[in-house]
Structures are given as C-alpha cells and as structure tokens.
C-alpha cells in the first residue's frame, strides 16, 4: 500500500491549497485517514482525520478548526484536504496517514502507513 500527497505550494497568507493524498497498491482496510504536519524544528502535529469505513465523521487540530476542511472519496482512494485562509504558521510538510482504531485518530503512534509529505509554505 502506498499514500502519495500532493497539492502542496507556495502561497500568500489568506490564500487557500487543496491536498490530496492517493492510496494505492493492495486492498486497502483501515478505520482512519488523517493528516499530519510537521514545521522545522518542531513535532509532528495532527492536523486532521476524517473515518474511512463505517462513517464519515471527522475530527481537527485546534489551530485549524473553522480553516480547513477534510474529506474524502472511497471510489477513488483519495483523501483531500482543503486549507483556506493560510496563515505563515501554517508552514510545515504535510503528510497523510491510515491507520485502525479511530478513537486513536489522533496520536501518530500507530498510524500504519503514511506518505511522503507535500510542502506548505504561506509567505506573510
């Protein structure tokens, strides 16, 4: 199974991106789909998780709450998420990841698999 995000780029503060993260490769089970974001120097931070099977509920980070949106389309594999009003704290890699059990949606400890990471950047 590979996780392949893309949409990251260089963008203005107040501008807006949309992420997305592919999966591919065997057949795919997992309870969540979430991302994550890591700026220099500090902690991987979540970001986002929306329910891959069973439901569609989601769930934020506290500093994007109201600015970001996650969705998802199962037919196509794809996970997405959309960033409006970015701030220059916003800047990080981002990267998306799956795993079971959402309850634990937000601790990246567990997550199975994860992609590469697409940058963020957001000039002030």
């Known amino acids: 199974v590979q996780l392949q995000a893309s949409g990251g780029g260089l963008v203005q503060t107040g501008g807006s991106l949309r992420l997305s993260c592919a999966v591919s490769?065997?057949?795919?089970?997992?309870?969540?789909m979430s991302w994550f974001r890591q700026a220099p120097g500090k902690e991987r931070q979540f970001v986002a998780g929306?329910?891959?099977?069973?439901?569609?509920?989601?769930v934020y980070g506290e500093s994007v709450k109201g600015r970001f949106a996650v969705s998802k389309d199962n037919t196509e594999s794809t996970v997405y998420l959309r960033m409006n009003n970015l701030k220059p704290e916003d800047t990080a890699v981002y990267y998306c990841?799956?795993?079971?059990?959402?309850?634990?949606?937000?601790?990246?400890?567990?997550?199975?698999?994860w992609g590469r990471g697409t940058l963020v950047t957001v000039s002030s």
């Open positions: 929306i329910m891959w099977s069973g439901g569609d509920s989601t």
């Open positions: 990841a799956a795993r079971t059990n959402w309850r634990l949606v937000r601790f990246s400890t567990g997550y199975g698999y």
């Open positions: 490769g065997r057949t795919f089970s997992a309870d969540a």
